[in-house]
């Protein structure tokens, strides 16, 4: 058995079976690793149930890993939130976003690397209106153009930069039931709540103001 402790991490490597937690974190991540599989879970510690989102970014495994999850996670409880299929002859390994509740603390792990803290994407997301935009979008351009006339706050995220809050974006669009590849834009997301799609883009702007 080979131990290596960095900082809140312990790492225990066993033959045919390996396993990991965050130590002494009330709502932390599991690790399960069998011989053809990874299991991820989140344990609840406290004595009330917490919201998760859980964003894994997967490098040598099967891509429907990329998929971000919410999920409840009763008090007391572990829940098992994926389930990690590497691919043969690669090699894997994976970081992942993990926040809770209104801590909206996003934990980033590699294995080597500590926890880093980051915005609280799901809060934002929530109380602001949130337009999203991509390059050479022409009507992504006017709306914006004409946010800023009507002097509206918000804030433009581009899909085509990888960042935090389109992954979320496509979380809220998943529990929406939207099940395609791709999305037209522009899109937005006023107090968590999705606006898409955006075809009239005076008659968006007006429900803004009401």
């Known amino acids: 058995m080979k131990k290596k402790i960095a900082k809140s991490f312990v790492f225990i490597f066993?033959?045919?079976?390996?396993?990991?937690?965050?130590?002494?974190?009330p709502v932390r991540l599991i690790e399960e690793k069998q011989k053809k599989r990874t299991i991820i879970y989140v344990q609840n510690d406290t004595d009330i149930e917490k919201s998760v989102f859980l964003k894994v970014n997967p490098i040598g495994y099967r891509r429907s890993a990329n998929k971000p999850i919410?999920?409840?996670?009763?008090?007391?409880?572990?829940?098992?939130?994926?389930?990690?299929?590497?691919?043969?002859?690669?090699?894997?390994?994976?970081?992942?976003?993990?926040?809770v509740n209104k801590e909206l603390e996003t934990m980033k792990v590699d294995r080597s690397k500590n926890l880093q803290k980051q915005a609280p994407v799901s809060s934002i997301m929530r109380s602001e209106t949130i337009i999203f935009t991509k390059n050479d979008c022409e009507k992504c351009a006017i709306l914006i153009s004409k946010l800023k006339e009507k002097h509206i706050k918000f804030r433009e995220v581009n899909i085509d930069a990888k960042n935090r809050y389109r992954d979320y974006l496509w979380e809220l669009l998943n529990i929406d039931g939207y099940d395609k590849n791709s999305v037209g834009?522009?899109?937005?997301?006023v107090k968590g709540k999705l606006k898409y799609?955006?075809?009239?883009?005076d008659k968006f702007i007006l429900k803004l103001n009401e």
Not at 14 to 25: E, P, R, T, W
Not at 197 to 201: A, E, F, K, S, T
């Open 70 to 99: 919410i999920k409840t996670i009763p008090a007391k409880s572990k829940v098992q939130m994926m389930i990690l299929i590497p691919l043969t002859d690669v090699d894997s390994h994976y970081t992942f976003d993990l926040i």
């Open 197 to 201: 799609p955006i075809d009239d883009l």
């Open 185 to 189: 834009v522009p899109l937005a997301v």
């Open 14 to 25: 066993l033959l045919g079976f390996f396993s990991y937690a965050q130590d002494n974190k």
